[in-house]
């Protein structure tokens, strides 16, 4: 039976997309979507959206129909995911995070190990940067048994992009479910980060920072910098900035608030913008940050078992994720707001390779 998504639904972006393909991949179902991201001036598919569905496609040995610049609509027949060693290129600065949603499900449920080199933007506007893969995701995937390794081999701006990363993963049979609905904070960290730019900038933004997170009462505060020049190789071919704020908890996860550096954005406002994140988030108690929970969605629903987390706050791509993902796989999702954020409870399929 051939799975139909209007693609429209819930943010109207590329979110419904991301989550419809990776899910159909797994369940080895046909997909027919249309009014992609039909809510996003310009409407249809751009060359970051073509990157992710091929690099799934590639990986499952799968056809697309319809995978062009401005497409509204495709059509995808996956078959089962194949381990190996792969390379995808977003030929922009488009997002290799954004990429990795769809593709990091596919990869852990191949049939054997996968290599994989994926190149773009490592560093975006509304996109997590992979800073955010690698220290909060993961580590919450890892509690569910998924063995993935993430590298960042070069950083990647707009507007060549032009970053590196490599991903390694192991293949999982069945993923555990996951419950985070109390914790601890145990530690702020705070990380900011530039390429090709003079080095007062990221000692700002990391002062700022610091200063503002004290002076809102906390104070295990780890602080580190990164000023990358020419002779570094993880160096970007763009210049470009940026802060990254984690919040190390009790039950060994993490949460992370990030602000991109912009032109003619002083560096005080770029980590002012983080701080409030964080502050706004960690005010609620919540364990899981609004992002993160976006994320686990569909790893919850392949999940063998009852999932539980709370959340700061439900964004339009979490409700995004539970309506798409919900209904192609037939998870169970129960979402209950309170004082103290959002909890998600997720009935899993118990998928298995």
Not at 62 to 73: I, N, R
Not at 89 to 109: E, K, M, N, R, Y
Not at 194 to 220: F, Q, W
Not at 224 to 231: C, F, H, M, Q, Y
């Amino acid at each position: 039976m051939v799975k139909v998504v209007d693609g429209s639904i819930g943010e109207g972006g590329g979110q419904v997309l991301r989550y419809a393909v990776s899910t159909c991949a797994l369940l080895g179902e046909e997909l027919r979507i249309y009014n992609i991201r039909a809510k996003r001036q310009p409407p249809g598919l751009r060359p970051q959206h073509i990157t992710a569905i091929r690099s799934v496609a590639v990986v499952c040995g799968g056809s697309v129909e319809g995978l062009k610049v401005g497409s509204s609509s495709i059509v995808f027949k996956p078959s089962k995911p194949r381990g190996g060693r792969y390379f995808f290129d977003t030929g922009t600065a488009g997002s290799v995070s954004l990429v990795l949603q769809s593709l990091l499900p596919v990869l852990c449920f191949a049939e054997g190990p996968c290599e994989v080199e994926l190149r773009g933007g490592t560093n975006n506007p509304l996109a997590p940067p992979i800073d955010y893969i690698r220290e909060v995701l993961l580590p919450a995937l890892r509690r569910m048994g998924v063995s993935a390794e993430v590298s960042l081999v070069r950083r990647g701006f707009y507007p060549r992009g032009q970053g590196v990363v490599r991903v390694e993963t192991q293949p999982v049979d069945r993923l555990r479910p996951i419950e985070a609905v109390e914790a601890e904070l145990e530690v702020l960290e705070v990380f900011a980060y530039s390429c090709n730019l003079p080095d007062h900038i990221v000692k700002r933004m990391a002062g700022t920072a610091e200063s503002l997170l004290r002076k809102a009462g906390y104070k295990d505060i780890v602080v580190r910098t990164e000023s990358l020049g020419p002779d570094d190789p993880r160096n970007a071919v763009d210049p470009g900035t940026g802060v990254f704020i984690l919040a190390r908890l009790s039950n060994g996860l993490t949460m992370g608030f990030d602000s991109l550096g912009e032109k003619g954005v002083p560096a005080e406002e770029v980590a002012r913008r983080a701080v409030d994140d964080a502050l706004s988030q960690l005010s609620t108690g919540a364990p899981i940050d609004k992002h993160l929970a976006d994320q686990l969605i569909i790893w919850m629903a392949l999940a063998d078992g009852e999932s539980r987390i709370r959340t700061s706050s439900m964004t339009s791509h979490t409700f995004t994720g539970v309506e798409v993902v919900g209904s192609l796989t037939g998870a169970r999702f129960e979402v209950s707001e309170g004082a103290k954020g959002v909890q998600i409870v997720c009935h899993g399929i118990g998928l298995s390779r």
